[in-house]
């Protein structure tokens, strides 16, 4: 069975600066996928980055970035230049073909961006 | 493309009632899949369907909750009767599954579901 662990519930950064939330997984797969959803008080869940593992380099979307370390099964995502907007509930999320596609989540990190 | 839509975004009903909540995935994607999200248990995957089918719904609490998916465009989760512990948000989310296995989850905004 796969797992994915955020050990941080909460975190805090002030604007502009730049905070890396954290996101390990345990999977015997060696084909799949990883990503995470942001999940803002409005309730919708959006994605932010998606990471295949096969791929060395690490994904970026503007100011979010990935640091995914394959061998270590950790994937924390990075946000630059925080915005007020960045505040939100963060979702690590593993997905494996073998398992049907569905997304297995973490337990969140809620990020609170302060002016 | 409309996204993922979810109704009613809010519900509250009396316990021992029955509780519909729908989905209407985007269209031209194959999987669907219904979530529920609780503060003690997170986000879980209760059943997912592809091209309309059950695929696996050993997520599904107990016997009073149901899927059904009658055609590409539309979805159901019933509880009944509905119980207190059921208060949640569920969402519904649906992908295109082919080639691009790395294609994400497009989620709806989540029906939260009150029983007293």
């Known amino acids: 069975a796969q797992t994915v662990t955020q050990s941080q519930p909460e975190m805090s950064v002030q604007e502009a600066e730049t905070v890396t939330l954290s996101c390990t997984y345990d999977?015997?797969?060696?084909?799949?996928?990883l990503f995470w959803y942001k999940q803002p008080p409005s309730r919708q869940m959006i994605l932010v980055i998606r990471?295949?593992?096969?791929?060395?380099q690490n994904a970026t979307e503007n100011r979010f970035s990935v640091n995914f370390q394959k061998a270590a099964k950790s994937f924390s995502l990075k946000i630059s230049d925080s915005q007020l907007g960045d505040t939100a509930m963060y979702f690590c999320?593993?997905?494996?073909?073998?398992?049907?596609?569905?997304?297995?989540f973490g337990e969140g990190t809620q990020l609170t961006v302060n002016p | 493309d409309a996204g993922v839509i979810q109704s009613p975004r809010h519900e509250v009903t009396e316990m021992g009632q029955e509780v519909t909540l729908r989905c209407k995935p985007i269209?031209?994607?194959?999987?669907l899949f219904w979530y529920r999200q609780t503060m003690m248990r997170g986000l879980e995957l209760l059943i997912y369907?592809?091209?309309?089918?059950?695929?696996?719904d050993s997520g599904m609490p107990e016997d009073r909750f149901s899927a059904k998916m009658p055609n590409a465009s539309f979805s159901t989760l019933k509880i009944q009767p509905s119980e207190p512990r059921d208060s949640a948000v569920y969402f519904c989310?649906?992908?295109?599954?082919?080639?691009?296995?790395?294609?994400?989850?497009?989620f709806g905004n989540g029906t939260r579901l009150t029983v007293t």
């Open positions: 269209s031209g994607h194959n999987s």
């Open positions: 999320a593993f997905m494996t073909p073998a398992s049907g596609s569905r997304l297995t």
């Open positions: 989310a649906s992908r295109q599954q082919g080639r691009a296995d790395n294609s994400p989850l497009h």
């Open positions: 999977t015997s797969e060696n084909n799949y996928y």
């Open positions: 990471q295949e593992a096969y791929k060395q």
């Open positions: 369907f592809n091209n309309n089918v059950p695929i696996d």
